[in-house]
């Protein structure tokens, strides 16, 4: 069984940053894309950024877009997300998502989760 497994969570002020990582626990399957989604209490799950592992494209949701910055380790099947200019609406826990097939902002289009990271930031 393979899981996501998500470091680098923690609590900072506005306007600083913050580098999530992630790397797949047990076997490593060659992944269409991975992803980062955000849940807050209440609210659905958030896709945040996008990326396909072949070509390197990444797609951002709105929010984030010119902050945030999704990365990959072919080698290594990682994948990062650098978190700048960070503000009190991006709190959440974050989560780690990997697509064998598909990709995109549909959490259902992702086949294996980590069990997420928090994310605080104080105004």
């Known amino acids: 069984q393979v899981q996501m497994v998500e470091s680098g969570g923690g609590s900072v002020q506005t306007g600083e940053s913050l580098r999530l990582s992630c790397a797949p626990s047990g076997r490593t399957d060659r992944y269409n894309a991975m992803a980062w989604f955000r849940q807050t209490p209440g609210l659905e799950r958030e896709r945040v950024a996008t990326?396909?592992?072949?070509?390197?494209?990444?797609n951002y949701a709105n929010a984030v877009q010119g902050r945030f910055t999704i990365s990959q380790d072919n080698a290594r099947r990682t994948v990062a997300l650098q978190m700048n200019s960070l503000q009190p609406a991006d709190s959440a826990m974050y989560y780690c998502a990997a697509s064998l097939t598909a990709g995109g902002s549909d959490a259902n289009a992702y086949d294996y989760w980590g069990q997420g990271t928090q994310v605080t930031v104080n105004s």
């Open positions: 990326i396909y592992t072949a070509s390197g494209n990444t």
